[in-house]
Protein backbone atom coordinates (compact mmCIF):
# COMPACT_ATOMS: atom_id res chain seq x y z
CA UNK A 1 0.00 0.00 0.00
CA UNK A 2 2.61 2.34 1.28
CA UNK A 3 4.59 1.76 -1.84
CA UNK A 4 1.65 2.15 -4.12
CA UNK A 5 1.41 5.54 -2.88
CA UNK A 6 5.33 6.10 -2.89
CA UNK A 7 5.43 5.29 -6.69
CA UNK A 8 1.82 7.45 -7.76
CA UNK A 9 3.58 10.54 -5.95
CA UNK A 10 6.46 10.26 -7.75
CA UNK A 11 4.72 9.80 -11.24
CA UNK A 12 2.71 13.04 -10.37
CA UNK A 13 6.12 14.64 -9.59
CA UNK A 14 7.67 13.53 -12.46
CA UNK A 15 4.21 14.97 -14.69
CA UNK A 16 4.90 18.00 -13.43
CA UNK A 17 8.11 18.64 -13.74
CA UNK A 18 7.46 17.84 -17.31
CA UNK A 19 5.20 20.06 -17.87
CA UNK A 20 6.91 22.98 -16.35
CA UNK A 21 9.75 23.37 -19.40
CA UNK A 22 6.70 23.06 -22.16
CA UNK A 23 6.17 26.09 -24.30
CA UNK A 24 3.06 25.41 -25.87
CA UNK A 25 3.29 25.88 -29.71
CA UNK A 26 0.70 26.08 -32.57
CA UNK A 27 0.71 26.05 -36.23
CA UNK A 28 -1.93 28.48 -38.09
CA UNK A 29 -1.16 29.34 -41.92
CA UNK A 30 2.38 27.55 -42.50
CA UNK A 31 3.63 29.88 -39.42
CA UNK A 32 4.77 27.89 -36.02
CA UNK A 33 4.30 30.16 -33.11
CA UNK A 34 5.51 29.46 -29.41
CA UNK A 35 4.06 31.32 -26.72
CA UNK A 36 6.39 33.74 -24.50
CA UNK A 37 4.46 35.05 -21.82
CA UNK A 38 0.99 33.25 -21.03
CA UNK A 39 -0.44 35.71 -18.91
CA UNK A 40 -0.04 38.96 -21.25
CA UNK A 41 -0.56 36.12 -24.54
CA UNK A 42 2.29 37.27 -26.40
CA UNK A 43 3.83 34.59 -28.90
CA UNK A 44 6.63 34.76 -31.57
CA UNK A 45 7.15 33.43 -34.94
CA UNK A 46 9.54 30.10 -34.12
CA UNK A 47 9.24 28.31 -37.64
CA UNK A 48 7.97 28.43 -40.62
CA UNK A 49 7.69 25.89 -43.05
CA UNK A 50 9.32 26.95 -46.69
CA UNK A 51 6.54 29.61 -47.60
CA UNK A 52 6.46 30.72 -51.20
CA UNK A 53 6.41 34.46 -52.42
CA UNK A 54 5.06 36.89 -49.93
CA UNK A 55 4.64 36.43 -46.13
CA UNK A 56 2.22 38.70 -43.71
CA UNK A 57 2.75 38.18 -40.79
CA UNK A 58 -0.14 38.85 -38.21
CA UNK A 59 -0.38 41.16 -35.65
CA UNK A 60 -2.86 38.75 -33.49
CA UNK A 61 -3.53 35.13 -34.04
CA UNK A 62 -6.44 33.31 -32.34
CA UNK A 63 -6.50 29.52 -30.89
CA UNK A 64 -8.51 27.86 -28.81
CA UNK A 65 -10.97 30.65 -28.65
CA UNK A 66 -7.69 33.03 -27.33
CA UNK A 67 -6.34 35.85 -28.72
CA UNK A 68 -2.34 36.34 -28.72
CA UNK A 69 -0.34 39.20 -29.70
CA UNK A 70 2.56 38.46 -32.20
CA UNK A 71 5.42 40.38 -30.50
CA UNK A 72 8.56 38.87 -31.38
CA UNK A 73 10.56 36.62 -34.70
CA UNK A 74 12.27 33.82 -33.29
CA UNK A 75 16.16 33.04 -33.98
CA UNK A 76 16.29 31.39 -36.86
CA UNK A 77 12.61 31.27 -37.76
CA UNK A 78 13.05 31.70 -41.81
CA UNK A 79 16.24 30.16 -42.20
CA UNK A 80 16.71 28.48 -45.17
CA UNK A 81 13.71 29.57 -46.68
CA UNK A 82 13.85 29.87 -50.05
CA UNK A 83 11.41 30.92 -52.19
CA UNK A 84 10.64 33.93 -49.87
CA UNK A 85 10.55 37.11 -51.82
CA UNK A 86 9.09 39.59 -49.62
CA UNK A 87 7.83 39.55 -45.77
CA UNK A 88 5.25 42.43 -44.47
CA UNK A 89 6.31 42.30 -40.65
CA UNK A 90 3.06 44.32 -38.15
CA UNK A 91 3.74 47.08 -35.69
CA UNK A 92 3.02 44.86 -32.95
CA UNK A 93 6.45 43.07 -33.40
CA UNK A 94 9.27 44.26 -31.11
CA UNK A 95 12.22 42.19 -31.52
CA UNK A 96 13.78 39.96 -34.09
CA UNK A 97 16.11 37.42 -32.87
CA UNK A 98 19.35 36.35 -34.72
CA UNK A 99 19.56 35.14 -38.03
CA UNK A 100 15.99 35.18 -38.61
CA UNK A 101 16.07 35.44 -42.63
CA UNK A 102 19.20 33.60 -42.92
CA UNK A 103 20.04 32.06 -46.39
CA UNK A 104 16.73 33.57 -47.37
CA UNK A 105 18.36 34.38 -50.60
CA UNK A 106 15.32 35.63 -52.87
CA UNK A 107 14.10 38.07 -50.45
CA UNK A 108 14.40 41.39 -51.92
CA UNK A 109 12.15 42.99 -49.65
CA UNK A 110 11.66 42.98 -45.38
CA UNK A 111 8.71 45.62 -44.26
CA UNK A 112 9.43 46.17 -40.67
CA UNK A 113 7.99 48.81 -38.31
CA UNK A 114 9.93 52.09 -37.37
CA UNK A 115 9.56 51.34 -33.51
CA UNK A 116 11.14 47.74 -33.47
CA UNK A 117 13.40 47.40 -29.90
CA UNK A 118 15.75 44.76 -30.61
CA UNK A 119 17.06 43.55 -34.23
CA UNK A 120 19.77 41.40 -34.19
CA UNK A 121 21.93 39.99 -37.37
CA UNK A 122 19.51 39.22 -39.62
CA UNK A 123 21.04 37.40 -42.02
CA UNK A 124 18.87 39.13 -45.05
CA UNK A 125 20.83 39.42 -48.41
CA UNK A 126 22.68 42.46 -49.31
CA UNK A 127 20.43 43.12 -52.25
CA UNK A 128 17.19 43.04 -49.67
CA UNK A 129 15.42 46.42 -49.53
CA UNK A 130 14.42 47.30 -45.91
CA UNK A 131 11.00 49.36 -45.81
CA UNK A 132 10.42 51.14 -42.37
CA UNK A 133 6.40 51.71 -41.65
Not at 43 to 72: A, F, H, L, N, R
Not at 113 to 120: E, F
Request: glycine residues 6%; proline residues 4%; aromatic residues 10%.
Amino acid sequence: MKQTRFRHLVALILMMCCTLGYAQKFEIEGLTYKVIDESNRYVEVSYVEDPTGIVKIPSTVTIDGVKYTVTSIGEEAFWDCESLTSINIPSSVTSIGKWAFYDCYRLTSITLPKHITNIDDLGIPKRARIILQ
